[in-house]
């Protein structure tokens, strides 16, 4: 979160040989949903689609939004889900969930999508081979807002998560809608307490609790739990982590019911406390089958503020009642709930945790598991996109330069890599080497070079030592503490 | 032959029914079932329990008996007190809570009995009372009456099915005209919620009768007509799941049950002619 005022946007770092190279896309701010090669040349831009997120289908299709409610009456409801051709045609696209007449608006449909949406043929939407999204039918899954009344969980208006299911012809064959399982989520008393107080209240629409702010919704597909009898983990059901409660959780596609679960607390057992508590996080989703790690979870655990319980000193009513000032991706056993892998400012190569505000994006983000066992990150409030090798070496950062005019922000909610196959409309691109620059020389034009024009010995002066005895325990001293 | 009002402490329903009898001079005993009469009650449910509706929030109260029938729930037992038997079918065990009635049925009764009924929802009303009342078109009449005299606050309007099908669903011949006039005054009442169940319609009589649930596109063709009556899309509409032990026709009992995620293509379906068409949970 330390950021100069002046810093290189675009491609930063490209290794090419550690690298898995191809296409991303991403929703940059403001402008529309922008394709970008390895070396951050800008292959198309649609301009002006929104993305919540943007995917890419293989053809060069692009998924995507034509607008957003008025924010005056919708929290980030989409007004559909569209499927776009390389040249910007709509080929597909769904909008019936929600029949929406605000005041001074046109009346109109809109699927009120938010977060994520699943085409069939793929569980989470990014490239996993043999398992390519269908670009011509199939169905799709959209997470979308409904707003709700529940008296088990406050006399408040909520604006509630659901999961549909949508034919190619835009029939809803399948709906979960959260609040109906509100009693499965095991909110403690307290928790309950300040939820029926304050539902997340949100001003949108003359008040409406997004209590939960589910982020993310994605198949598990095909895996080994299953296959060795564990129903939890039907290739059908569905994973889904929610920003407020610090909920991840697995629903069944078939019952609905809720099958598998970590959160909202983190202190009860051994297992959760060794997994740490996760806040206000995003991505969660089961590795799939073919990219190596497949059957772990992926998570960017943000940070930040999040979740409901007893008041505290950072927050006196008891809402928002966890805070971390850094982010951490996990990559856990869904069964042992064992970290498996993890980038975390540690890994990063920050001074823990006196430095680690450097990785740290404490709302939006993802994570995709790449083919080559790096991972895709998605620090998405600085809009910084990094690729990491599975020994946590930067082999790919680029930089957002889009920021809005209406949101000063260069924000990228979720940035997802593809092959270059999936687009046939341009050639492969040349991929050119971007050497990491040493920062400490660095400089701009008229800025003077590294080092001292005059070197002085002082005689008598001890060296210097690490950080032990900084203002605050970091690193050593804090594993000795532990200890 | 000895009345017998089985009460709740506190039940204001029951004060209402209570004075009711006084000022008619109607003997009766009372049995608070909170009270005094709680053994009486527990052994009069026991032996009656297969006659007395008990729903998610308990036993509605009050509840009467002559010794030979049983009338549970204000309506069903004002209207008995004040009519005897004529107006049994136009009242049912009610769900609302608090100063809501309803179990009001406007299509079943005798509609020569409408100066009766109308004579009980009056006293309902004045009672200060607020009214549900259902009806799937038959007797629009009596249902013109009650919008007229402001008798209810909701009406629930069943539509049965499309045009063609609506006499068979019913039962009974009923000119659509009736159904239209009646959806159209319904859409006057201060609140009114339009829904279908999606039945099973014997289509072929016969031995061996060919049954089937009605289908997505003809509940869509109710959705079109409550919108052609209304000249509007945007009633609240409920497409409701078929309770097959509830059915009258033993046929219709061994067509097995719709589960909620099969209403699903039923509402993609209606809501090209009602925007605000809603599912029945399970």
Redesign the interface.
């Known amino acids: 979160m330390t950021y100069p005022s002046v810093y290189p946007t675009g491609a930063t770092i490209y290794n090419p040989e550690k690298c898995w190279s191809g296409y991303t896309i991403f929703q940059a701010r403001e402008l529309g949903a922008l394709l970008i090669d390895m070396n951050g040349g800008e292959v198309n831009l649609w301009k002006g689609l929104h993305g919540f997120p943007n995917q890419l289908l293989p053809g060069g299709y692009v998924l995507g939004h034509t607008g957003l409610r008025n924010n005056a009456f919708g929290m980030q409801d989409q007004l559909d889900l569209v499927q776009v051709d390389w040249e910007g045609n709509i080929v597909w696209k769904f909008n019936q969930y929600e029949y929406i007449e605000d005041p001074g608006e046109e009346a109109q449909w809109m699927a009120r999508q938010h977060h994520d949406y699943q085409r069939e043929g793929n569980p989470v939407g990014y490239y996993v081979p043999g398992m390519e999204p269908v670009v011509d039918g199939g169905n799709t899954l959209l997470l979308c807002h409904k707003n709700v009344k529940n008296p088990d969980i406050t006399d408040k208006n909520l604006l509630d998560d659901v999961i549909i299911e949508v034919d190619r012809e835009g029939n809803i064959v399948w709906e979960w809608s959260c609040n109906e399982h509100f009693n499965e989520f095991e909110f403690s008393e307290a928790a309950k307490n300040i939820l029926a107080r304050d539902p997340n209240m949100r001003t949108a629409g003359g008040g409406m609790g997004d209590w939960m702010h589910i982020n993310c919704m994605s198949k598990l597909g095909p895996n080994k739990w299953y296959d060795a009898g564990d129903e939890r983990f039907h290739p059908e059901n569905i994973a889904w982590c929610a920003r407020e409660s610090n909920i991840l959780a697995i629903i069944s596609k078939k019952t609905g019911e809720i099958v598998w679960k970590v959160g909202p607390d983190y202190d009860t057992s051994k297992e959760l406390r060794e997994l740490g508590w996760i806040i206000g996080p995003h991505h969660f989703h089961m590795i799939p089958r073919g990219l190596p790690g497949e059957g772990n979870m992926l998570i960017f655990d943000n940070g930040g503020w999040a979740g409901y319980g007893l008041p505290n000193p950072c927050s006196s009513k008891g809402r928002m009642n966890v805070l971390r000032d850094y982010s951490r991706v996990l990559e856990f056993d869904p069964k042992t709930l064992k970290i498996v892998w993890q980038y975390t400012p540690i890994e990063a190569g920050l001074v823990h945790p006196s430095d680690s505000n450097r990785f740290y994006s404490p709302f939006i983000s993802g994570a995709q598991r790449l083919p080559n066992g790096n991972t895709l990150i998605t620090e998405g409030s600085g809009g910084r996109l990094i690729e990491v090798t599975a020994e946590h070496e930067i082999v790919w950062e680029y930089i957002s330069p889009y920021w809005g005019d209406k949101f000063k922000i260069n924000m990228v909610y979720r940035a997802y890599r593809v092959p270059y196959e999936w687009v046939p409309q341009v050639d492969k691109p040349v991929e050119t080497p971007i050497e990491p620059k040493d920062v400490a020389k660095f400089r701009m034009p008229g800025a003077a070079p590294l080092g001292p024009k005059k070197q002085t010995e002082v005689p008598g002066v001890k060296p210097y030592q690490g950080s032990t005895a900084l203002c605050v325990a970091a690193d050593d001293e804090l594993d000795n503490l532990d200890k | 032959m000895i009345n017998t009002l089985y009460t709740a402490t506190g039940c204001t329903r029951c004060k209402i029914v209570k004075r009711f009898m006084e000022e008619r001079d109607i003997p009766y005993t009372e049995k608070d079932m909170k009270a005094e009469g709680k053994e009486e009650f527990q052994q009069f449910y026991k032996a009656n329990r297969k006659y007395i509706y008990r729903g998610e929030n308990g036993i509605e109260f009050p509840v009467f008996t002559n010794g030979e029938a049983i009338y549970q729930g204000i309506g069903p037992a004002v209207a008995y007190l004040h009519f005897n038997g004529k107006l049994d079918e136009f009242f049912s065990i009610g769900v609302l809570h608090k100063e809501w009635v309803d179990g009001i049925y406007v299509s079943h009764g005798n509609p020569e009995y409408a100066g009766e009924f109308i004579e009980v929802l009056r006293f309902l009303k004045n009672n200060n009372l607020k009214l549900q009342v259902d009806t799937n078109g038959k007797n629009n009449h009596i249902l013109r009456q009650i919008l007229d005299e402001g008798l209810a606050d909701i009406v629930i309007m069943n539509v049965l099915g499309p045009e063609e099908l609506y006499s068979k669903i019913l039962g009974e011949d009923i000119n659509i005209d009736e159904v239209k006039k009646s959806i159209e005054t319904a859409a006057k009442f201060p609140e009114v919620h339009f829904q279908t169940t999606v039945v099973p319609v014997v289509r072929q009589e016969g031995d061996s009768p060919e049954i089937s649930y009605l289908a997505p596109e003809e509940v869509a063709e109710a959705a079109k007509l409550i919108e052609e009556v209304t000249e509007s899309k945007?009633n609240p509409y409920l497409i409701k799941l078929f309770k097959t032990k509830e059915a009258k026709d033993k046929r219709l009992k061994a067509v097995g049950p719709l589960s909620a995620?099969n209403l699903?293509?039923y509402?993609?379906k209606a809501?090209a002619y009602q925007?605000?068409t809603e599912v029945e949970?399970a």
Do not use: G, H, L, N
């Open positions: 945007k995620a699903m293509p509402r993609s809501r925007v605000f949970k």
